[in-house]
């Protein structure tokens, strides 16, 4: 295979992984449904961020909550909320309308995670 070929397969597999996650973000209903409810958010894509946030989620510093309770999210704070299903996206969205949608923004994945964008050691799991 040419470098050329190799450039060009390349091109195409990162085409087609963006178009795998967009048609599993618009089948995915519950994921729908939290976006329409949030209303303002933002939609991470920036890899190396993700994966940032992705291990913020699993430190040691996480406060874990019971599914039945509210973490204290305060609401002109900025957080990232990663869900624990890879093919959903991270989302940046103020802790107004987090707390404004609570089931809706819970109903996406089992585990959810709370990341104050600001204060990253303030990391909640539900």
Not at 11 to 29: A, D, G, I, P, W
Not at 57 to 69: E, F, K
């Amino acid at each position: 295979m040419t470098s050329e070929q190799r450039k060009r397969l390349t091109e195409l597999k990162s085409l087609n992984k963006k178009h795998l996650e967009e048609t599993e973000r618009e089948n995915n209903v519950l994921l729908r449904e939290c976006l329409t409810a949030l209303g303002e958010y933002r939609i991470i894509d920036d890899e190396s961020e993700i994966m940032l946030i992705s291990e913020l989620a699993v430190s040691p510093c996480a406060v874990r909550l019971s599914h039945n309770s509210k973490p204290p999210l305060k609401y002109d704070h900025t957080y990232y909320i990663l869900w624990d299903n890879f093919n959903v996206p991270v989302v940046e969205c103020r802790g107004r309308e987090i707390l404004a949608h609570f089931d809706d923004v819970t109903a996406v994945d089992f585990h959810t995670y709370f990341i104050d964008k600001n204060n990253q050691s303030e990391i909640f799991c539900l």
